[in-house]
């Protein structure tokens, strides 16, 4: 059996060696929501003025063929999962401080009682010009939030069933994935994807900056967190596949919402991969954060509406965000491949 995957290892190597770049004039072919993602290789990461130290050095990867659905996952696909199964988020359950700690510096006390209620983390505006460092400066915590409230207790997903389904944790994207028959992609497979079959591209749909040309996805134009033009007519969330698609066929691989994928988050990820491990990576065996030594994190893709140059850029195809699996955020959602 070792000689089987010895000789199958090799001839994969041979064929990423002398792989070919990917037509651009990509045939789609789709399927039940889904188009076929077709095997190649690809150069992954970034080491234009946009990038960070984490996309660095950019290497080599070979991925297979699969399947992809078109668009994120949205609210009335989420809303038939949860009525089938009686599934409650990880935003709609109380907080379990006994967990939350093994995640926190040592000695963190514990919050009062009165704050550990179910609910999730909400976008607020500025009045005006703040510290970009400073999440708290437009991220805030709401009681009863979730996926059916994703503004607050008093919102209400009612009209937007063709929305991304937000406020998902990565346990929760896995328990959708496992119900309907697929996975989450691996980081490798989501960025191939979003590349279109194309390297040396910085966005789905090519080279042009976000805000030159006409709207090419959901993202914050104008000044954030204050000010935001709408010249792609969305303020939070769009319905999926409200903008152009990629080569692909897959709309929405920037902005909109975050995507959870697979993989631990390790920011030295890509600068300790072996060669061996370039065909079909699955991502680092544990997870790396030195900024945030004790938290544990998951990599999302594909930036959110809330994104912006001037401090994010998560547009970009190879840019990585991280996020504790436990974690929904109001412009968090995902989608899923199938093999």
Same mark, same amino acid.
């Given at each position: 059996?070792?000689?089987?995957?010895?000789?199958?290892?090799?001839?994969? +190597?041979?064929?990423?060696? =002398?792989?070919?770049?990917?037509?651009?004039? #990509?045939?789609?072919? @789709?399927?039940?929501?889904?188009?076929?993602?077709?095997?190649?290789?690809?150069?992954?990461?970034?080491?234009?003025?946009?990038?960070?130290?984490?996309?660095?050095?950019?290497?080599?990867?070979?991925?297979?063929?699969?399947?992809?659905?078109?668009?994120?996952?949205?609210?009335? $696909?989420?809303? +038939?999962?949860?009525?089938?199964?009686?599934?409650?988020?990880?935003?709609?359950?109380?907080?379990?401080?006994?967990? +939350?700690?093994?995640?926190?510096?040592? /000695?963190?006390?514990?919050?009062?009682?009165?704050?550990?209620?179910?609910?999730?983390?909400?976008?607020? &505006?500025?009045?005006?010009?703040?510290?970009?460092?400073?999440?708290?400066?437009?991220?805030?915590?709401?009681?009863?939030?979730?996926?059916? #409230?994703?503004?607050?207790?008093?919102?209400?997903? !009612?009209?937007?069933?063709? #929305?991304?389904?937000?406020?998902?944790?990565?346990?929760?994207?896995?328990?959708?994935?496992?119900?309907?028959?697929?996975?989450?992609?691996?980081?490798?497979?989501? *960025?191939?994807?979003?590349?279109?079959?194309?390297?040396?591209?910085?966005?789905?749909? %090519?080279?042009?900056?976000?805000?030159?040309? *006409?709207?090419?996805?959901?993202?914050?134009? =104008?000044?954030?967190?204050?000010?935001?033009?709408?010249?792609?007519?969305?303020?939070?969330?769009?319905?999926?596949? @409200?903008?152009?698609?990629?080569?692909?066929?897959? #709309? /929405?691989?920037?902005?909109?919402?975050? !995507?959870?994928?697979?993989?631990?988050?390790?920011?030295?990820?890509?600068? *300790?991969?072996? &060669?061996? *491990?370039?065909?079909?990576?699955?991502?680092?065996?544990?997870?790396?954060?030195?900024? $945030?030594?004790?938290?544990? $994190?998951?990599?999302?893709?594909?930036?959110?509406?809330?994104?912006? /140059? @001037?401090?994010?850029? =998560?547009?970009?195809?190879?840019?990585?965000?991280?996020?504790?699996?436990?974690?929904?955020? $109001?412009?968090? %959602?995902?989608?899923?491949?199938?093999?």
């Amino acid at each position: 059996m070792k000689y089987f995957f010895s000789l199958l290892f090799i001839m994969k +190597l041979i064929f990423f060696l =002398g792989c070919k770049k990917s037509d651009s004039n #990509h045939k789609i072919i @789709s399927k039940d929501g889904m188009v076929w993602i077709p095997s190649g290789k690809f150069l992954m990461g970034s080491d234009n003025n946009k990038s960070r130290k984490d996309e660095m050095p950019i290497h080599k990867v070979y991925v297979d063929g699969f399947w992809m659905d078109k668009t994120e996952v949205t609210n009335d $696909q989420f809303e +038939l999962f949860v009525n089938a199964t009686g599934y409650v988020t990880t935003a709609e359950r109380i907080p379990d401080w006994n967990e +939350l700690k093994k995640e926190l510096p040592p /000695d963190t006390p514990k919050p009062e009682d009165s704050l550990l209620k179910a609910g999730s983390l909400v976008f607020v &505006p500025s009045k005006g010009p703040v510290k970009l460092n400073g999440y708290e400066n437009w991220w805030k915590w709401e009681p009863k939030t979730s996926w059916k #409230h994703p503004k607050g207790p008093n919102s209400s997903i !009612e009209g937007k069933g063709n #929305h991304p389904v937000v406020h998902i944790s990565w346990y929760d994207a896995q328990a959708y994935a496992t119900w309907i028959g697929k996975r989450l992609p691996t980081e490798a497979e989501w *960025e191939w994807a979003a590349r279109g079959g194309r390297n040396g591209v910085k966005y789905p749909w %090519g080279n042009e900056p976000v805000n030159q040309g *006409e709207p090419k996805t959901n993202s914050w134009e =104008g000044s954030f967190p204050y000010e935001n033009k709408q010249r792609d007519l969305f303020f939070y969330t769009a319905p999926v596949a @409200s903008f152009e698609p990629n080569n692909f066929g897959l #709309h /929405d691989m920037a902005g909109n919402v975050w !995507e959870w994928c697979s993989d631990w988050y390790s920011y030295n990820y890509y600068s *300790e991969i072996k &060669p061996s *491990e370039t065909i079909n990576p699955k991502g680092p065996e544990k997870p790396y954060d030195p900024f $945030q030594p004790y938290l544990k $994190q998951k990599v999302m893709r594909g930036g959110s509406f809330l994104c912006n /140059d @001037s401090y994010c850029s =998560g547009y970009r195809v190879a840019s990585r965000m991280k996020s504790s699996p436990d974690t929904g955020l $109001q412009h968090t %959602g995902f989608r899923l491949v199938k093999d």
